[in-house]
Nanobody, 127 residues
């Protein structure tokens, strides 16, 4: 079964950090760029970051402002999203998605461009 599974979400206080993981099973991520998205209650899903298949040239949404870092370990078939200095407005379900391309596509591309999606992991920032 081909799937992506996110993990690492949880409840964290403002200013804290989390590292989200996106693990693939049933296929290799070597040929896929991986995007991270989030969806807050009542809002549309928005692109957060993307990392190319080789791990270079990451893209970030403007609102990230240096707080998010995406990385990957192809040997572990896993991609990561490190989130620092968390704010209440970062509260959302975070998703990873894979697109079979070497380079990232625009974070504003249609969600249908992606081949696989994970089920999401909840991040809640609250004191």
């Amino acid at each position: 079964q081909l799937q992506l599974v996110e993990s690492g979400g949880g409840l964290v206080q403002p200013g804290g950090s989390l590292r989200l993981s996106c693990a693939a099973s049933g296929f290799s991520l070597d040929y896929y760029a991986i995007g991270w998205f989030r969806q807050a209650p009542g809002k549309e899903r928005e692109g957060v970051s993307c990392i190319s298949s080789s791990g270079g040239l990451p893209l970030y949404a403007a609102f990230v402002k240096g707080r998010f870092t995406t990385s990957r370990d192809n040997a572990k078939n896993t991609v990561y999203l490190q989130i620092d200095s968390l704010k209440s407005e970062d509260t959302a379900v975070y998703y990873c998605a894979a697109v079979r391309r070497r380079l990232c596509i625009s974070l504003r591309s249609s969600l249908s461009e992606y081949d696989y999606w994970g089920q999401g992991t909840q991040v809640t920032v609250s004191s």
